[in-house]
């Protein structure tokens, strides 16, 4: 049995009940939310290896018609089925290589879309 | 169940040894996570590096800042796992938690998320009431709050619980997401092989129906010794089959911090028995 000390100081230190069941409430409303987002994974949502977002294609093209296919995993340490590389990619690789002229990007199930560089 | 707990979360009482190893846990991966990423980081925040924020064109913390805020996070864990100073310790390792995930989106991992959790959580604890530096001297308290020991059982239910519901796609119940996963592997390959499309298949389902089972059953008092073992096993299993070894350990680990605590959060016996 906890004495009536220990129990009236450890009460005293519980934060309020609203807060515990904001924090709980928040735990579970944030997962449910990115249940119904239009692609998975998704960050906070525990939404582990639940489905397989595969990296696209990244082709490089130079003036002069040359071309090359990058290695995206010479790019990245550590690869995240939640980030959308398509996005961040492009831009990166222009900003790295000024004679770069545009970007190809080929993803799963859609039309390759070309990003010029500035 | 949850008029149960809206009882147990003002008026559950444990041990501070409950709180103590739950911390001394915590600790550890804590102190391991940042080993890992102090060693990961020159080639994430390298000068070729991709670097993904948040919010698309958003600056972005320099690397020197990040890597100030691991050296950070290791200072902190120590301080957190030995029970020294432990709420700055607590605060401290949250802060730098906090830092190196916001300062770029390939640094979220959902058990740094967990992690964080737990560490907010328990610093607002009284986690330090036992297996502590700080414990000497004193009378230390028979029972504590268990408000965040109840918290933390319904942390880990909700990963459970949102890992299985996430699972439910054609891609996943396939067995194609399994596959993918495993192919990385000695043992999954082989695994996958054996299997064929059919038993990837059965895998994938089984592995959906043992995460709802598990996320329900560590909440009750009838099945937790049940599901801590099944659980353990599903992690071992997962450690096994799956290349990312450290990761799904520290992972693993985590989950575990649940698995601690004597009884579970909504039963009468925890009220004060633990």
């Known amino acids: 049995m906890p004495n009536t000390a220990d129990l009236t100081g450890s009460l005293r230190s519980s934060p309020s009940r609203m807060v515990l069941w904001a924090w709980l409430a928040l735990q579970l409303v944030v997962p449910t939310a990115l249940l119904f987002a239009p692609s998975r994974p998704r960050p906070f949502g525990w939404q582990m290896y639940s489905a397989t977002r595969p990296t696209p294609a990244f082709t490089l093209e130079w003036p002069g018609d040359s071309t090359g296919l990058l290695d995206i995993n010479a790019l990245l340490p550590r690869r995240r089925g939640e980030i959308a590389y398509a996005r961040y990619v492009p831009p990166h690789l222009c900003a790295q290589d000024s004679t770069l002229r545009s970007v190809v990007v080929t993803e799963r199930g859609k039309a390759p879309s070309r990003v010029m560089c500035p | ?274």
């Open chain 2, 1 to 274: 169940m949850p008029v149960r707990l809206f009882d147990d979360l003002g008026a559950r009482t444990v041990s501070p040894r409950v709180l103590g190893n739950m911390r001394a846990l915590v600790g550890v991966v804590a102190v391991a996570k940042s080993l890992i990423l102090l060693d990961l980081a020159p080639r994430m925040l390298g000068p070729d590096a991709l670097r993904v924020p948040w919010i698309f064109g958003l600056p972005q913390l320099d690397a020197q800042t990040v890597q100030i805020a691991l050296v950070v996070w290791l200072v902190a864990a120590v301080a957190f796992l030995i029970g020294w100073q432990f709420r700055a310790a607590a605060l401290l390792l949250a802060a730098s938690i906090a830092v190196v995930l916001s300062s770029d989106q390939h640094f979220f991992q959902n058990h740094v998320y967990l992690l964080l959790l737990l560490v907010i959580l328990l610093g607002f604890s009284a986690a330090d009431g036992a297996l502590s530096v700080s414990q000497r001297g004193g009378a230390a308290p028979q029972h504590v709050p268990g408000w965040p020991v109840t918290l933390i059982q319904w942390q880990v239910s909700i990963v459970y619980l949102f890992g299985a519901l996430s699972k439910l796609n054609i891609d996943y119940l396939s067995g194609a997401t399994t596959a993918g996963a495993w192919l990385n592997g000695a043992t999954g390959s082989w695994l996958v092989g054996v299997a064929g499309s059919a038993g990837m298949i059965t895998f994938s389902v089984a592995s959906v129906v043992l995460e709802l089972w598990l996320a329900f059953s560590l909440l009750s008092q009838t099945r937790r010794l049940a599901a801590i073992v099944v659980g353990v096993l599903f992690h071992l299993g997962l450690i096994v089959t799956i290349p990312e070894r450290a990761d799904l350990t520290i992972f693993s680990l985590l989950m575990f911090t649940a698995y601690l605590p004597p009884t579970a959060p909504s039963t009468t016996a925890s009220r004060s028995a633990v």
